[in-house]
């Protein structure tokens, strides 16, 4: 509509009884245009992509189930009256919402380039759909997506939610040779040997939620046995202090909470932060299809019939991406990458001989560094603080001037070599100050007013 105008579209009547008429051989083939023309399209001069401490390029593409609930009205059931017939009988049907009981879903499942914000497929079914069937052809998919722009399959990184935190539909992706990155129910890893054994140590890293503030410890289990006849993958385990109320996220155990989040990513190309990172905060892609529920309304319902349903959803996500091409042409801009650290070259550096031992000449490795004394952001266009007005800590955060503290965010290079260290607050600190600060201008200006 915001394409061609309302006067140009058909009547809501005419849509419904032309979606009404598709079978699903229709479907199937407009998915396989929709396909082609994405591999043929090329908006951005590059695929983006998220670096890692090696200086390996990755692609992560996520796939996400989503529901849309279909509210119905209590008919009356009576012996005199017929049986009931509902719109949304074919379309629709029983499943968990979280909501009301009476109410039918509808589950797709959607594949998402997450550095394009493209979108390369979607797949619906009534109720709760099947997920595990849906998430096959969503590997296959992708496997396509990736031979056809010649990027190694080894290099795609599936990120799944819970959903997906099983045995068995991760070893339907693994089967294809992707990647994956996901959060696992599979809680019985924790009575592994091995894991115990890591667990009793000290953790790898402790890592803080700039919003949130939570402070969990991370142990890392480079080789886990997914199942008992494999394959192995890294297991990451965050544990935090339990609280009264029942965890929504994770098992207590001993007064702990811990979350279990498996991949295939490398050591040390990405540390237990870099994946914790990467699934919670870089990884979340769900705003890009809020950005598509109000832009497009991509869930509503088109039609009565699953057929005319799907195919109207395909139609949307091929119109998201004519926008983001269009978009192109109106303002380019380099596509974004993220980078975790910058690779550093290796250089090979000679120690010391031990002549009496007969050893040989053994090696180090030893990465440059070159360390300048900091310099403090200057205040902003805003008249905000300047970065002297903020403490560091011992502990390597940061006080602001309200005594609330900071944490580190992330370390971004800069173009001229040099790096910038940003740090983040909890937005209610942030808020509060902000309120009381709004409150104070309001009343200068009312006495300067009144004066």
Partial sequence: MALFGRDLLPHRSTLSRFLAALDQSTVEALRTLFQRDLLARRPFPSLGGLFDRTGKQWLVIDVDGTRQAARQRALPQTEDLPSPQRRFDQVCAPGYQGRKRGEVVRTRTILLQTHTHQFLGTFGAAGNGDYRGDLRRAAQVISSYATKLEFPTASILVRLDGLYGDAAPLLDVLSTGLGVITR????????????????????DHVSTHPESGMTRALY?????????????????IATHAATGSAPAVGTERDGMIYELFVSTLPSPAFTA?????????????????????????????YSHTPCGQEFAQILAQWVWN??????????????????FAPARAVEPVHMCESAELGQGPAFSTRAPAAYGPPQWARPSFTHGFPGSAFTPQPDGTLRCPANHPLYLQERRPERDGSLRVLYAARIGHCRSWTAAAHSVKKAALRSNRDG
């Fill in 184 to 203: 696992s129910r599979a809680y019985h890893l924790l009575d592994l040997e091995i894991v115990q054994q890591r667990l009793v140590r000290a953790p």
């Fill in 220 to 236: 890392d289990c480079v080789s886990v046995p997914l199942t008992p006849a494999g394959p192995e993958v890294r297991l990451v």
């Fill in 322 to 339: 004519l926008r983001l091409e269009l978009g192109q042409a109106l303002s380019p801009y380099e596509l974004r990458t993220t980078e």
């Fill in 273 to 301: 932060s870099d994946v914790l990172d990467l699934y919670l905060h870089r990884g979340s892609f769900e705003t890009v299809l809020a950005d598509e529920d109000d832009e497009q309304e991509s869930d509503r319902w």
